[in-house]
């Protein structure tokens, strides 16, 4: 086999040659339809492999008395089991609440467990029957694992990490006016599974979605996200939470009613220690660091 060797001058030809082509589609055909971008065929950008996070608002009253709620027990933290040790953030407070608090326990039943059973029948419907195992509609349950309020102020942070538990989510109590769409800073991340590179266009890799006082969030516990610290004064409160699908063994029909809680604490000790499937605590996928002084 004969091979040749192409001269620097006869590149530069070639190249003078195609300069005009790049970036010039070729026209449509005759009859067919015309992008209306590149005014060439017709052309469409396809989204693949899809990520589902649920967004949603509470009541005003339920947002009022979920803000009562959270000036109470900050009045007092040290009567609230403290959640820092089971979760990546590092972050000024982070205290469990419980089902004995009367806010919480009509944010689980009317919108956390709502909000999860939404994702499930939104995402599992879409597959074929034969595809959706054991979250066929009433073949699961679905149960609160806990539930706790994160108190951030500058400096603070939230690293890369994932939840235990099926779902999990976020919704928002009070924001730093600071904390705005001009900058990164206090915003929730949702992270892709391959990191972001702009040189090479992997631009949908970050998600970043301002907090807002009375949005929630539910998204699979196996979701990276993260939150980036912020600069000034205020704090930013936020509630999260776990929930646990549990699916019924098959031919068995689910229980009229499951129980609300595993792990939510009624007074103080472990937090986890009710349920029975021994649930790990929200994951790091980030490397060990200290926290940071502030700004």
């Known amino acids: 086999m004969q091979t040749r060797l192409v001269l620097p001058q006869a590149l530069a030809s070639i190249h003078q040659a195609l300069a005009p082509m790049v970036g010039t589609p070729p026209p449509a055909p005759d009859g067919a339809a015309q992008d209306a971008v590149t005014g060439g065929p017709s052309m469409e950008v396809l989204e693949l492999f899809p990520r589902y996070v649920l967004k949603g ?93 994160n108190v951030q102020r500058a400096g603070d942070y939230n690293p890369t990490h994932t939840h235990g538990g099926s779902f999990s989510g976020v919704l928002y109590l ?64 936020s509630l999260a939470f776990n929930v646990v699908a549990v699916p019924q063994p098959a031919g068995a029909a689910r229980p009229p009613q499951m129980p609300l809680v595993t792990g939510l604490p009624t007074g103080g000790g472990n937090p986890l220690g009710a349920n029975p499937a021994n649930l790990a605590g929200n994951v790091s996928l980030s490397s060990g660091r200290k926290r940071p002084p502030g700004f």
């Open 57 to 149: 608002c509470l009541p005003p009253s339920l947002l009022t008395a979920l803000r009562e709620l959270a000036t109470e027990v900050l009045k007092a933290p040290e009567r609230s089991p403290d959640a820092s040790r089971k979760l990546a953030g590092q972050l000024a407070l982070q205290l469990e609440l419980g089902p004995q608090q009367p806010a919480v326990l009509e944010l689980c039943r009317e919108v956390i467990l709502p909000g999860c059973e939404r994702w499930i029948r939104h995402v599992i419907d879409r597959q074929p029957p034969q595809g959706r195992g054991p979250w066929t509609e009433g073949r699961y349950g679905l149960q609160i694992i806990d539930v706790w309020l």
């Open 174 to 237: 009070q924001v730093p006016p600071q904390i705005s769409g001009a900058s990164f800073d206090g915003q929730l991340c949702f992270h892709g599974p391959e990191e972001w590179h702009i040189q090479s266009f992997r631009t949908g890799m970050a998600e970043y979605v301002l907090p807002l006082p009375g949005e929630f969030y539910v998204f699979p516990a196996w979701q990276p996200h993260s939150v980036p610290p912020f600069r000034g004064e205020g704090e930013r409160w």
